[in-house]
């Protein structure tokens, strides 16, 4: 009877224990991602410190005196951006990318530092060249606007084109983490991914519209991963549309194995089997 009564008690207090340690390993959980997201979007701020510095002050002077960005702060941030930034963005999509593919027992700094030093070469070549693009278009759309009034219609061209060389980017930093590939075939690649899955890159931008919009009702959220977030969903996407094009080149692959003819609904697939040859051959996915 005592036996019985004992075994009893030890049953109930195992069970309290268990579903602690299920509570506790819960919590321990979203502290570990917590310090995951934070830590890794710290890195990103460091690295990006001169970028966010000079726009914090350029923020501030234009809240200050209602005027435009001005010179002295605006040219700086365009020749340090594809030095400090775009290698920084880089290094923070190839976290989130081991995320995205489940490898989550890694170390942020050295997976983060790693991945900027490997990664230093491209992003900032890539960086350079959509720097210029987006400074070039950015000032034909201010003279098309004000300077030439009968010509707003291309101003207005400009500036869709501007948008989508924008949206593009978000192609461009997950190409980067995910493949090693010429500057030349990346930001192709990051084209045309954006020209035939633009719904994908749209719900980026969106998201990344919202958090930022949150960013800035709560500033103290800056460090806590604001960048990562964007990365994430960026790459989350991406991953998706991708995959999503290789397994349309694959069913091509055996169409034309099978000697099957393709219909002119198929011709679409065309393109976006161009996107997967320029993957293939010489690159090599990273580990």
């Avoid at 230093?120 to 004000?146: A, H, N, P, R, W």
């Avoid at 099957?260 to 697939?269: I, P, R, Y």
Wanted: proline residues 3%; contains cysteine.
């Amino acid at each position: 009877m005592y036996y019985y009564k004992y075994r009893q008690i030890l049953l109930l207090m195992e069970g309290d224990f268990l579903e602690t340690k299920g509570l506790m390993g819960g919590l321990y959980k979203i502290t570990e991602w917590i310090m995951r997201i934070a830590g890794s979007n710290l890195y990103w701020v460091l690295c990006s410190s001169p970028i966010l510095l000079l726009l914090f002050l350029g923020l501030n002077y234009v809240a200050s005196t209602n005027m435009p960005i001005p010179f002295e702060i605006y040219m700086p941030m365009v020749v340090l951006a594809p030095f400090t930034l775009f290698p920084a963005t880089a290094a923070l999509f190839s976290v989130t990318r081991k995320w995205v593919l489940g490898e989550t027992d890694l170390s942020i700094t050295k997976l983060f530092f790693r991945s900027y030093k490997d990664n230093y070469k491209q992003s900032m070549l890539g960086g350079i060249f959509y720097t210029l693009l987006i400074v070039i278009m950015y000032v034909d759309y201010e003279v098309y606007m004000k300077e030439f009034k009968n010509m707003q219609i291309l101003g207005i061209v400009m500036m869709v084109l501007l948008f989508f060389i924008l949206l593009s980017l978000f192609n461009f930093f997950s190409l980067v983490a995910h493949f090693h590939m010429k500057v030349k075939m990346l930001i192709k690649n990051a084209i045309l991914l954006t020209v035939l899955r633009p719904f994908r890159t749209l719900s980026t931008f969106l998201t990344a519209v919202v958090i930022g919009f949150i960013t800035l009702k709560f500033t103290w959220l800056i460090p806590f991963g604001f960048a990562t977030l964007i990365a994430w969903m960026a790459y989350f996407n991406f991953n998706i549309a991708y995959t999503k094009v290789q397994e349309k080149v694959e069913r091509l692959r055996q169409v034309e194995e099978e000697g099957t003819q393709q219909t002119d609904g198929e011709a679409s697939e065309d393109a976006e089997s161009v996107v997967a040859e320029l993957t293939e051959g010489e690159d090599k996915e990273k580990n």
